[in-house]
Protein backbone atom coordinates (compact mmCIF):
# COMPACT_ATOMS: atom_id res chain seq x y z
CA UNK A 1 0.00 0.00 0.00
CA UNK A 2 1.34 3.32 -0.81
CA UNK A 3 2.49 5.86 1.79
CA UNK A 4 0.43 9.27 2.01
CA UNK A 5 3.19 11.95 1.38
CA UNK A 6 2.93 14.19 4.15
CA UNK A 7 3.97 17.87 3.38
CA UNK A 8 3.84 20.72 5.37
CA UNK A 9 1.08 22.57 6.24
CA UNK A 10 1.17 26.58 5.09
CA UNK A 11 -1.31 29.26 5.07
CA UNK A 12 -0.78 31.62 1.85
CA UNK A 13 -2.37 35.35 2.47
CA UNK A 14 -3.00 37.42 -0.89
CA UNK A 15 -4.86 41.16 0.36
CA UNK A 16 -6.29 43.04 -1.99
CA UNK A 17 -8.17 46.72 -0.77
CA UNK A 18 -11.26 44.97 0.54
CA UNK A 19 -10.40 41.70 1.28
CA UNK A 20 -8.06 38.99 2.11
CA UNK A 21 -7.51 35.81 0.30
CA UNK A 22 -6.32 32.79 2.90
CA UNK A 23 -5.11 29.54 0.97
CA UNK A 24 -4.25 26.66 2.84
CA UNK A 25 -1.68 24.24 1.49
CA UNK A 26 -0.04 21.18 2.13
CA UNK A 27 -1.23 18.62 4.51
CA UNK A 28 -3.44 19.45 7.58
CA UNK A 29 -3.75 16.15 9.26
CA UNK A 30 -3.10 15.39 12.74
CA UNK A 31 0.60 14.53 12.02
CA UNK A 32 0.86 18.45 11.32
CA UNK A 33 -1.51 20.42 13.70
CA UNK A 34 1.59 21.47 15.91
CA UNK A 35 2.84 23.28 12.84
CA UNK A 36 -0.77 24.62 11.86
CA UNK A 37 -1.85 25.72 14.88
CA UNK A 38 0.61 28.58 15.09
CA UNK A 39 -0.31 29.81 11.99
CA UNK A 40 -4.30 30.00 12.37
CA UNK A 41 -3.21 31.79 15.97
CA UNK A 42 -1.32 34.05 14.04
CA UNK A 43 -4.03 34.99 11.22
CA UNK A 44 -6.72 35.41 14.46
CA UNK A 45 -3.78 38.53 15.85
CA UNK A 46 -3.91 39.77 12.63
CA UNK A 47 -5.77 43.22 11.81
CA UNK A 48 -7.86 42.39 8.83
CA UNK A 49 -10.69 43.60 6.43
CA UNK A 50 -14.36 42.29 7.30
CA UNK A 51 -14.32 40.18 3.84
CA UNK A 52 -12.27 37.05 4.49
CA UNK A 53 -11.92 34.04 1.96
CA UNK A 54 -11.02 30.74 2.12
CA UNK A 55 -9.99 28.92 -1.32
CA UNK A 56 -9.57 25.40 -0.62
CA UNK A 57 -8.22 24.50 -3.94
CA UNK A 58 -4.59 23.75 -2.99
CA UNK A 59 -5.80 21.91 -0.29
CA UNK A 60 -3.92 18.62 -0.81
CA UNK A 61 -4.66 16.52 2.08
CA UNK A 62 -6.81 16.62 5.52
CA UNK A 63 -7.93 15.17 7.89
CA UNK A 64 -10.74 15.54 11.08
CA UNK A 65 -7.93 17.43 12.92
CA UNK A 66 -7.27 19.21 10.11
CA UNK A 67 -10.80 20.66 9.34
CA UNK A 68 -11.83 21.15 12.67
CA UNK A 69 -8.57 23.68 12.91
CA UNK A 70 -9.82 25.46 9.72
CA UNK A 71 -13.03 26.00 11.37
CA UNK A 72 -12.47 27.10 14.41
CA UNK A 73 -10.38 29.92 13.08
CA UNK A 74 -13.18 31.10 10.66
CA UNK A 75 -15.43 31.06 13.57
CA UNK A 76 -13.72 32.74 15.70
CA UNK A 77 -13.15 35.53 12.96
CA UNK A 78 -16.95 35.55 12.54
CA UNK A 79 -17.03 36.04 16.22
CA UNK A 80 -14.87 39.23 15.89
CA UNK A 81 -17.22 40.43 13.22
CA UNK A 82 -15.82 39.20 10.02
CA UNK A 83 -17.38 37.89 6.70
CA UNK A 84 -16.03 34.80 6.15
CA UNK A 85 -16.81 33.28 2.02
CA UNK A 86 -15.25 29.56 1.06
CA UNK A 87 -14.99 28.43 -2.17
CA UNK A 88 -13.37 25.53 -3.99
CA UNK A 89 -14.80 23.45 -0.82
CA UNK A 90 -14.79 19.62 -1.93
CA UNK A 91 -17.19 16.96 -0.79
CA UNK A 92 -15.19 15.46 1.74
CA UNK A 93 -14.30 18.69 2.99
CA UNK A 94 -18.09 19.40 3.30
CA UNK A 95 -18.49 16.02 5.25
CA UNK A 96 -16.02 16.47 7.55
CA UNK A 97 -17.02 20.00 8.41
CA UNK A 98 -20.80 18.77 8.72
CA UNK A 99 -19.97 16.29 11.23
CA UNK A 100 -17.97 18.84 13.42
CA UNK A 101 -20.98 21.35 13.31
CA UNK A 102 -22.45 20.15 16.25
CA UNK A 103 -19.22 20.76 18.71
CA UNK A 104 -18.32 24.38 17.30
CA UNK A 105 -16.73 26.12 19.96
CA UNK A 106 -19.25 28.58 21.90
CA UNK A 107 -17.30 31.99 21.87
CA UNK A 108 -19.22 33.65 25.12
CA UNK A 109 -19.94 37.11 25.18
CA UNK A 110 -16.92 39.20 26.41
CA UNK A 111 -18.42 41.24 29.79
CA UNK A 112 -16.85 44.17 30.38
CA UNK A 113 -14.81 43.81 34.05
CA UNK A 114 -16.94 45.21 37.21
CA UNK A 115 -16.92 48.05 39.20
CA UNK A 116 -15.79 47.71 42.97
CA UNK A 117 -19.20 48.60 43.81
CA UNK A 118 -20.68 45.90 41.68
CA UNK A 119 -18.23 43.28 43.10
CA UNK A 120 -18.89 43.94 46.51
CA UNK A 121 -22.51 43.90 45.63
CA UNK A 122 -22.61 40.82 43.92
CA UNK A 123 -20.34 39.00 47.14
CA UNK A 124 -23.16 40.38 49.58
CA UNK A 125 -26.19 38.82 47.29
CA UNK A 126 -24.17 35.20 47.42
CA UNK A 127 -23.93 35.73 51.19
CA UNK A 128 -27.39 36.67 51.60
CA UNK A 129 -28.38 33.11 49.66
CA UNK A 130 -26.30 31.43 51.16
CA UNK A 131 -27.31 32.59 54.63
CA UNK A 132 -30.76 32.15 54.17
CA UNK A 133 -30.55 28.62 52.87
CA UNK A 134 -28.21 27.79 55.97
CA UNK A 135 -30.65 29.29 58.41
CA UNK A 136 -33.65 27.29 56.39
CA UNK A 137 -31.38 24.03 56.70
CA UNK A 138 -30.85 24.59 60.62
CA UNK A 139 -34.36 25.18 61.23
CA UNK A 140 -35.25 21.91 60.08
CA UNK A 141 -32.81 20.25 61.71
CA UNK A 142 -33.44 22.15 64.96
CA UNK A 143 -36.82 20.84 64.36
CA UNK A 144 -36.09 17.29 64.10
CA UNK A 145 -33.61 17.36 67.46
CA UNK A 146 -37.17 18.69 69.07
CA UNK A 147 -38.81 15.37 67.44
CA UNK A 148 -36.24 13.20 68.61
CA UNK A 149 -36.10 14.91 71.89
CA UNK A 150 -39.70 14.71 72.81
CA UNK A 151 -39.79 11.11 71.16
CA UNK A 152 -37.02 10.41 74.06
CA UNK A 153 -38.94 11.70 77.18
CA UNK A 154 -42.02 9.87 75.74
CA UNK A 155 -39.83 6.98 75.48
CA UNK A 156 -37.11 6.49 78.83
CA UNK A 157 -35.84 3.53 77.48
CA UNK A 158 -34.32 4.79 74.06
CA UNK A 159 -32.38 7.48 76.60
CA UNK A 160 -28.42 6.37 76.42
CA UNK A 161 -27.41 7.09 79.75
CA UNK A 162 -24.09 5.64 79.49
CA UNK A 163 -23.31 7.98 76.92
CA UNK A 164 -24.87 11.02 78.31
CA UNK A 165 -22.14 10.33 81.24
CA UNK A 166 -19.51 10.11 78.59
CA UNK A 167 -19.80 13.26 77.08
CA UNK A 168 -20.66 14.77 80.28
CA UNK A 169 -17.00 14.25 81.92
CA UNK A 170 -15.74 14.82 78.40
CA UNK A 171 -17.28 18.25 78.36
CA UNK A 172 -17.47 18.89 81.35
CA UNK A 173 -15.25 17.32 84.03
CA UNK A 174 -12.53 17.73 81.90
CA UNK A 175 -13.06 21.21 80.48
CA UNK A 176 -12.84 22.82 84.34
CA UNK A 177 -9.22 23.43 84.65
CA UNK A 178 -9.06 25.43 81.62
CA UNK A 179 -12.36 27.27 82.51
CA UNK A 180 -11.30 27.94 85.77
CA UNK A 181 -7.97 29.36 84.70
CA UNK A 182 -9.45 31.78 82.08
CA UNK A 183 -12.63 32.80 84.72
CA UNK A 184 -9.76 33.61 87.14
CA UNK A 185 -7.37 35.80 84.91
CA UNK A 186 -10.90 37.44 83.46
CA UNK A 187 -11.37 38.07 87.11
CA UNK A 188 -8.18 39.78 87.73
CA UNK A 189 -8.36 41.86 85.00
CA UNK A 190 -11.66 43.08 85.77
CA UNK A 191 -10.85 43.95 89.02
CA UNK A 192 -7.78 45.83 88.02
CA UNK A 193 -9.22 48.21 85.16
CA UNK A 194 -12.40 48.39 87.33
CA UNK A 195 -10.27 50.26 90.19
CA UNK A 196 -8.11 52.43 87.89
CA UNK A 197 -11.37 53.65 86.78
CA UNK A 198 -13.32 54.26 90.14
CA UNK A 199 -10.47 55.43 91.60
CA UNK A 200 -10.39 59.04 89.70
CA UNK A 201 -13.64 59.01 91.74
CA UNK A 202 -12.58 58.12 94.77
CA UNK A 203 -14.92 55.24 95.01
CA UNK A 204 -12.55 52.09 94.31
CA UNK A 205 -14.23 50.28 96.98
CA UNK A 206 -17.22 50.06 94.25
CA UNK A 207 -14.43 47.62 92.27
CA UNK A 208 -16.08 44.59 94.13
CA UNK A 209 -19.61 45.32 93.38
CA UNK A 210 -18.31 45.85 89.32
CA UNK A 211 -16.88 42.34 89.61
CA UNK A 212 -19.22 39.97 90.99
CA UNK A 213 -22.24 41.80 89.45
CA UNK A 214 -20.63 41.44 85.98
CA UNK A 215 -19.03 37.72 86.55
CA UNK A 216 -22.67 36.50 87.70
CA UNK A 217 -24.91 38.43 85.15
CA UNK A 218 -23.01 38.38 81.95
CA UNK A 219 -19.56 37.45 81.99
CA UNK A 220 -18.96 34.00 83.48
CA UNK A 221 -21.77 32.38 81.21
CA UNK A 222 -20.46 33.73 78.39
CA UNK A 223 -16.92 32.90 78.49
CA UNK A 224 -17.66 29.85 79.61
CA UNK A 225 -20.03 29.23 76.73
CA UNK A 226 -17.74 30.99 74.48
CA UNK A 227 -14.57 28.75 75.43
CA UNK A 228 -16.88 25.34 75.18
CA UNK A 229 -18.09 26.59 71.88
CA UNK A 230 -14.43 26.65 71.05
CA UNK A 231 -13.43 23.27 72.59
CA UNK A 232 -15.87 21.28 72.56
CA UNK A 233 -18.39 22.50 69.80
CA UNK A 234 -15.10 22.20 67.46
CA UNK A 235 -14.77 18.60 68.89
CA UNK A 236 -18.18 17.74 68.50
CA UNK A 237 -18.15 18.44 64.76
CA UNK A 238 -15.04 16.73 63.77
CA UNK A 239 -15.85 14.08 64.76
CA UNK A 240 -19.04 13.55 63.43
CA UNK A 241 -17.44 14.54 60.00
CA UNK A 242 -14.98 12.06 60.51
CA UNK A 243 -18.23 9.39 61.23
CA UNK A 244 -19.63 10.35 58.00
CA UNK A 245 -16.61 10.20 55.79
CA UNK A 246 -15.67 6.83 56.59
CA UNK A 247 -19.09 5.83 56.40
CA UNK A 248 -20.20 5.03 60.27
CA UNK A 249 -22.83 7.08 59.92
CA UNK A 250 -24.36 5.18 56.97
CA UNK A 251 -23.52 1.99 59.12
CA UNK A 252 -26.28 2.60 61.84
CA UNK A 253 -28.65 3.21 59.53
CA UNK A 254 -28.33 0.14 57.65
CA UNK A 255 -28.06 -1.19 61.39
CA UNK A 256 -31.63 0.10 62.21
CA UNK A 257 -29.96 2.67 64.51
CA UNK A 258 -31.17 6.46 64.42
CA UNK A 259 -28.07 8.86 64.32
CA UNK A 260 -30.09 11.07 65.82
CA UNK A 261 -30.60 9.19 68.77
CA UNK A 262 -27.09 7.43 68.95
CA UNK A 263 -24.80 10.60 67.98
CA UNK A 264 -26.99 13.80 68.58
CA UNK A 265 -29.14 13.87 71.69
CA UNK A 266 -26.89 11.95 73.97
CA UNK A 267 -24.06 15.26 73.12
CA UNK A 268 -26.98 17.70 73.26
CA UNK A 269 -28.41 16.78 76.80
CA UNK A 270 -24.77 16.69 78.18
CA UNK A 271 -23.91 20.40 77.40
CA UNK A 272 -27.26 21.49 78.52
CA UNK A 273 -26.44 19.95 81.69
CA UNK A 274 -22.58 20.86 81.57
CA UNK A 275 -23.00 24.33 80.82
CA UNK A 276 -24.53 25.57 84.29
CA UNK A 277 -22.12 23.42 86.02
CA UNK A 278 -18.96 24.90 84.21
CA UNK A 279 -20.78 28.22 84.77
CA UNK A 280 -20.84 27.93 88.56
CA UNK A 281 -17.11 27.03 88.05
CA UNK A 282 -16.31 29.81 86.15
CA UNK A 283 -18.20 32.52 88.74
CA UNK A 284 -16.21 31.13 91.34
CA UNK A 285 -13.12 31.35 90.00
CA UNK A 286 -13.97 34.81 88.42
CA UNK A 287 -14.47 36.02 92.20
CA UNK A 288 -11.72 34.35 93.55
CA UNK A 289 -9.73 36.51 90.78
CA UNK A 290 -11.28 39.80 91.38
CA UNK A 291 -11.19 39.01 94.63
CA UNK A 292 -7.34 38.70 94.65
CA UNK A 293 -7.16 41.81 92.81
CA UNK A 294 -8.80 43.69 95.10
CA UNK A 295 -7.36 42.30 98.35
CA UNK A 296 -3.65 43.13 97.69
CA UNK A 297 -5.13 46.32 96.04
CA UNK A 298 -7.29 47.88 98.19
CA UNK A 299 -6.26 46.62 101.85
CA UNK A 300 -9.38 45.03 102.07
CA UNK A 301 -10.32 41.75 103.78
CA UNK A 302 -11.66 38.95 102.77
CA UNK A 303 -14.34 39.11 105.31
CA UNK A 304 -15.25 42.48 103.86
CA UNK A 305 -14.89 41.45 100.14
CA UNK A 306 -17.91 38.28 100.80
CA UNK A 307 -19.81 40.87 102.47
CA UNK A 308 -20.08 43.34 99.49
CA UNK A 309 -20.53 40.51 97.17
CA UNK A 310 -23.65 39.48 99.54
CA UNK A 311 -24.91 42.75 99.34
CA UNK A 312 -24.15 43.48 95.96
CA UNK A 313 -25.71 40.36 94.09
CA UNK A 314 -28.86 39.47 94.02
CA UNK A 315 -30.65 36.32 93.69
CA UNK A 316 -31.78 37.98 90.63
CA UNK A 317 -28.56 38.75 89.19
CA UNK A 318 -27.57 35.09 89.93
CA UNK A 319 -30.20 33.32 88.41
CA UNK A 320 -29.73 34.98 85.46
CA UNK A 321 -26.44 34.15 84.70
CA UNK A 322 -27.50 30.72 85.63
CA UNK A 323 -30.57 30.48 83.16
CA UNK A 324 -28.62 31.57 80.65
CA UNK A 325 -26.23 28.43 80.82
CA UNK A 326 -28.80 25.36 79.32
CA UNK A 327 -30.06 27.08 76.63
CA UNK A 328 -26.06 28.13 75.29
CA UNK A 329 -25.29 24.72 76.00
CA UNK A 330 -28.46 23.57 73.72
CA UNK A 331 -27.55 25.82 71.39
CA UNK A 332 -24.30 24.93 71.35
CA UNK A 333 -24.96 21.28 70.80
CA UNK A 334 -27.41 21.75 68.04
CA UNK A 335 -24.65 24.18 65.65
CA UNK A 336 -21.97 22.33 66.37
CA UNK A 337 -23.99 18.11 65.83
CA UNK A 338 -26.00 20.65 62.68
CA UNK A 339 -22.33 20.89 61.28
CA UNK A 340 -20.95 18.01 61.76
CA UNK A 341 -23.89 16.45 59.71
CA UNK A 342 -22.95 18.66 57.01
CA UNK A 343 -19.83 17.24 56.07
CA UNK A 344 -19.22 15.54 52.63
CA UNK A 345 -16.42 12.94 51.71
CA UNK A 346 -13.09 14.82 52.05
CA UNK A 347 -10.94 16.43 54.41
CA UNK A 348 -11.19 20.17 53.45
CA UNK A 349 -14.63 19.36 54.57
CA UNK A 350 -13.99 18.50 57.96
CA UNK A 351 -11.62 21.56 58.35
CA UNK A 352 -14.66 24.30 56.99
CA UNK A 353 -17.40 22.59 58.93
CA UNK A 354 -15.62 22.88 62.12
CA UNK A 355 -14.24 26.57 61.30
CA UNK A 356 -18.29 27.44 60.54
CA UNK A 357 -19.06 25.36 63.94
CA UNK A 358 -17.27 27.64 65.96
CA UNK A 359 -18.07 31.11 64.67
CA UNK A 360 -21.72 29.69 64.22
CA UNK A 361 -22.05 28.51 67.57
CA UNK A 362 -20.60 32.11 68.92
CA UNK A 363 -22.25 33.92 66.61
CA UNK A 364 -25.39 32.83 68.39
CA UNK A 365 -24.42 32.57 71.97
CA UNK A 366 -23.96 36.71 71.90
CA UNK A 367 -26.90 37.52 69.49
CA UNK A 368 -28.96 35.57 72.24
CA UNK A 369 -27.06 36.92 75.39
CA UNK A 370 -27.74 40.67 73.90
CA UNK A 371 -31.19 39.70 73.63
CA UNK A 372 -31.61 38.16 77.01
CA UNK A 373 -29.81 40.70 78.67
CA UNK A 374 -32.05 43.85 77.20
CA UNK A 375 -34.99 41.75 77.96
CA UNK A 376 -34.05 41.31 81.56
CA UNK A 377 -33.48 45.04 81.68
CA UNK A 378 -36.80 45.82 80.42
CA UNK A 379 -38.93 43.34 83.28
CA UNK A 380 -36.29 44.84 85.55
CA UNK A 381 -34.47 41.90 86.94
Not at 176 to 188: E, K, Q, W
Not at 335 to 341: D, I, K, Q
Request: charged letters at 20%.
Amino acid sequence: MERLEVKSPKLEVLSQKEMVLFKPTGSWLAKTVREAEPLCLALSQKSLPKHLVFDLSELETYDTAGVWLLQRTMQDLEYKGHRIELRSESRAFKTLSSRLSPYKPAFEKIHKPYSFFEERLIELGIISVNLFFLTCDLVVFLGQVATGLFSTLLHPSRLRLISIVYHIERFGVNAIPIVSLLALSLGLVLAYQGEEQLRRFGAEIYTINLVSISIFREVGVLITAILVAGRTGSSITAQIGIMKINQEVDALNTLGLSPMDVLIIPRIIALILVLPLLTFVANIAGLVGGGIMVIFSLDVSPQLYMHRINEAVTLGSFWVGFLKAPLFGAIIGLVSCFEGMRVKGTAESIGICTTRSVVEGIFLVTIVDALLSIFFSKVGV
